[in-house]
């Protein structure tokens, strides 16, 4: 069994940083790509940025390419994601997602190991 715990969400101000983390647990080599998908009220959840299993290739939605970046330290079993001038828009439950194959997809149905998510509230 794996376990993804997300870690570093709360209340921040627009045009703040906020950097998330997701810890892996348990049968590790089950996980190799990880990504970060989002889910603000009424709305679907979608794909913010994924990282493959080395590290060498990352993927991000255009909506946040330039400000949000994913990284990995395989050493510690965790995923970050560093997340630059928020916008009230970004409110959500940032999730924490991981795959048996070595590239991220941006597709939720790919991925098999979910975390339970963290909250981000940015304020105006």
């Known amino acids: 069994q794996v376990t993804l715990v997300e870690s570093g969400g709360g209340l921040v101000q627009a045009g703040g940083s906020l950097r998330l983390s997701c810890k892996v647990s348990?049968?590790?080599?089950?996980?190799?790509?990880m990504a970060w998908f989002r889910q603000s009220p009424g709305k679907e959840r979608e794909f913010v940025s994924g990282?493959?299993?080395?590290?060498?290739?990352?993927d991000v939605a255009e909506s946040v390419k330039g400000r949000f970046f994913v990284s990995r330290n395989n050493a510690k079993n965790e995923a970050y994601l560093e997340m630059d001038i928020l916008k009230p828009e970004e409110t959500a439950v940032y999730y924490c997602?991981?795959?048996?194959?070595?590239?991220?997809?941006?597709?939720?149905?790919?991925?098999?190991?979910w975390g339970q998510g963290t909250q981000v509230t940015v304020t105006t």
């Open positions: 990282i493959s299993d080395n590290g060498g290739y990352t």
């Open positions: 997602a991981g795959r048996a194959r070595d590239y991220p997809s941006q597709g939720e149905g790919d991925y098999t190991t």
């Open positions: 348990g049968r590790t080599d089950y996980v190799a790509a």
